[in-house]
């Protein structure tokens, strides 16, 4: 595409677009003051849009979503989501003119199943209630998986951009953490102000909790690496304990919840408990579960203790189901999204509807201290409900069967590998995984770049790994790469 222009067609390009620009920044729309970055971007996704993927993964612990300023009305998040866009349409041309994607790739059951994902995203998008807001919905999501699953998955037939992958999220966020606790402090740790002394990079504590635990089991794992250096596992350990802090004291329960959960998956990996065992321990416990409802609703409706300062009495509060204004509150967005899924089970009202639909689902006796009558408060807190009451039964188990073949053909590849080094990227990278599908199910964030860069580029990860790098510790002490497909 590049050669098809001649020099003289370039520098006119350029120049009617610095005309372009004098002409918005005069009538003052001073986003246009980005116009020489985003050529330079332009430049460098045509020429090395590896770089620039690497790039957006930095970028994005700290972007910011313009809709909390005034500058500029857009629901989006800068600088990452326009370069996302960028990549996304640069990767589609590419394949339609020809460098088409490996049946290899395209056959992996990972693909397969992130394809039924997004068809049915796009099936009631077609069927919405709102057609705009859901196409753009998939939109959105369909930019989060073209460029961290589909095009990261070519930069990883280089196993160190894998790696760059993970410490180009990791090294920011520290950053963010560092500016969190340091603001916190002046607000003397207090749990009130915790929900949002991680803003502007974070919209609250549960967004900023739950990316914290996503990467604190791959951080743990680096300080076992044996190839990093005592001087670079210290930097590991700081790490560590910086991300350690940073989760305390995000006073964000789902987020100890979801670790606790990884640390049992961890434990189940290393012991190699049969599977089946497990099924059979989860359908015992669900039946004594069932068996035992009644009195169990009673118990915990008998626990009125409040979400506090007090660490001991915070944890406590995860079971306040009677008095606990944000348990009650995502009860009742729970209650409203099954509603909304029996009026609509197979279609749904359209992906991205629900915070727009939700309001006449409330029951007012259901309502708490912070609900509101307009129902602007947000999602349905679930990345399993809120697809069910958006895109109908099929919805939820498109996203269902999506995570299960992800983490089955993850933890299998585990046992296949025999790298050492790989061996700790794949397992922290699963233990991720585990804490988001976890903390998914009392709050969803996949519409933001937040989690979804990593999200998505962990799965790529795994795909990777499985097609370029399985016999990586059999060749040349590890180093040696297989880019065959």
């Known amino acids: 595409m590049i050669t098809a222009l001649k020099p003289y067609q370039v520098y006119l390009l350029l120049a009617l677009g610095v005309l372009l620009n004098f002409y918005l920044v005069a009538n003052e729309y001073y986003l246009a003051l980005a116009y020489p970055l985003a050529v330079l971007v332009v430049i460098a996704a045509l020429f090395a849009a590896d770089k620039v993927l690497l790039l957006v993964v930095f970028f994005t612990p700290l972007s910011i979503n313009l809709d909390k300023f005034e500058v500029v009305k857009a629901g989006f998040f800068m600088p990452t989501e326009p370069l996302l866009f960028g990549i996304m349409v640069l990767y589609l041309m590419r394949v339609l003119a020809g460098d088409g994607i490996s049946k290899k790739f395209l056959r992996h059951p990972i693909t397969i199943s992130i394809l039924i994902y997004l068809g049915w995203i796009l099936v009631t998008s077609l069927t919405s209630s709102m057609f705009v807001v859901s196409i753009k919905f998939f939109t959105v999501k369909l930019w989060f998986i073209m460029a961290c699953y589909f095009f990261a998955k070519e930069i990883f037939a280089d196993y160190h951009n894998m790696k760059r992958y993970v410490w180009l999220y990791i090294i920011p966020l520290t950053g963010v953490i560092l500016y969190t606790v340091i603001r916190h402090s002046t607000y003397a740790f207090s749990h009130e102000t915790a929900h949002w002394v991680m803003e502007p990079f974070y919209k609250d504590h549960t967004s900023y909790g ?174 399993y409900l809120g697809p069910l009451a958006e895109s109908g039964l099929l919805g939820m188990l498109t996203f269902g069967f999506l995570v299960t073949v992800v983490l089955v053909r993850g933890i299998r590849l585990y046992y296949r590998i025999e790298d050492p080094e790989m061996k700790i990227l794949l397992m922290g990278v699963i233990l991720g995984l585990i804490t988001y599908v976890t903390h998914g199910v009392l709050n969803n964030y996949l519409d933001t770049d937040k989690a979804s860069v990593p999200f998505w580029g962990f799965i790529a990860i795994i795909v990777s790994i499985e097609l370029y790098h399985i016999n990586r510790g059999k060749k040349a002490l590890g180093e040696a790469e297989s880019a065959a497909e």
Request: hydrophobic share 50%; net charge negative.
């Open 210 to 383: 739950a990316l914290l635990a996503m990467f604190f089991p791959l951080t743990v794992g680096f300080l076992f690496n044996k190839r990093y250096g005592a001087i670079l596992r210290m930097g590991v350990f700081v790490v560590v304990v910086i991300f350690a802090v940073g989760i305390i004291l995000s006073y964000t329960r789902a987020a100890w919840i979801s670790l606790v959960v990884a640390f049992a998956v961890f434990v189940v990996m290393k012991l190699r408990i049969d599977f089946k065992l497990l099924v059979l321990l989860g359908v015992i416990l669900g039946g004594l579960f069932l068996a035992n409802y009644d009195q169990i609703m009673l118990e915990l409706e008998r626990n009125e203790q409040d979400s506090s300062d007090d660490f001991g009495e915070h944890v406590q509060s995860i079971s306040n189901i009677s008095s606990d204004a944000s348990n009650l509150e995502r009860l009742l967005r729970w209650n409203c999204a099954i509603r909304m899924f029996q009026d609509r089970p197979v279609f749904g009202f359209g992906p991205g509807t629900y915070q727009f639909q939700y309001a006449t689902y409330q029951f007012s006796y259901e309502k708490t201290i912070i609900s509101t009558n307009f129902g602007d408060g947000g999602n349905a807190h679930s990345e």
